[in-house]
């Protein structure tokens, strides 16, 4: 395993849990940090016995819905101009803010659960619900519903190619 992969590694194991839901949260928060590979190395420490399987989909969840509940508020109040110059930023177009009025729009709080899985979509339906006036008990609901499936895809995916990650982390 090369030397980076160790040190992420061994800052998994010296912070443990909190790594997890840390990383997951500022990855949905919007920093690029990329979540689906935090919970693949999740799921590397599953395997190797560092970590147990459902506390880590639950507190990888937990960070997820923690930091789109900020976002559904920062929409709520009224930060739209915000809202899209982040999109017009990280994507150079503000098409995303009504692709994602359009998802929301025409399957309401439930698309909530797929929108982790989209790009540009995962990143804008917290806020967008929010300002669309969707009840926060219904964000809720159904944002932590994708989270967990996400997580659990996720980690579940780390345990599964937990032999081919040393291997790959040498050829990166």
Request: net charge positive.
């Amino acid at each position: 395993m090369n030397d980076i992969t160790s040190q992420i590694l061994a800052f998994f194991l010296r912070f443990g849990y909190g790594s997890v839901f840390v990383g997951v949260m500022l990855d949905n928060a919007g920093i690029p940090i990329p979540g689906e590979l935090i919970l693949i190395l999740t799921g590397y420490m599953v395997e190797k016995g560092a970590f147990a399987f459902a506390p880590a989909v639950l507190v990888a969840a937990a960070g997820a819905v923690l930091s789109d509940s900020v976002w559904f508020f920062a929409g709520r109040w009224g930060s739209e101009r915000f809202i899209r110059l982040y999109c017009k930023c990280s994507f150079g177009s503000g098409s995303c803010v009504e692709r994602t009025e359009h998802n929301l729009r025409r399957f309401g709080a439930p698309s909530l659960i797929y929108a982790r899985f989209i790009p540009g979509f995962r990143t804008f339906a917290a806020p967008m619900a929010g300002m669309a006036g969707v009840p926060y008990p219904s964000f809720l609901l159904f944002d932590g519903i994708g989270a967990l499936l996400w997580a659990t895809l996720g980690v579940a995916t780390g345990f599964a190619v937990a032999r081919e990650i040393p291997a790959l982390a040498g050829r990166m």
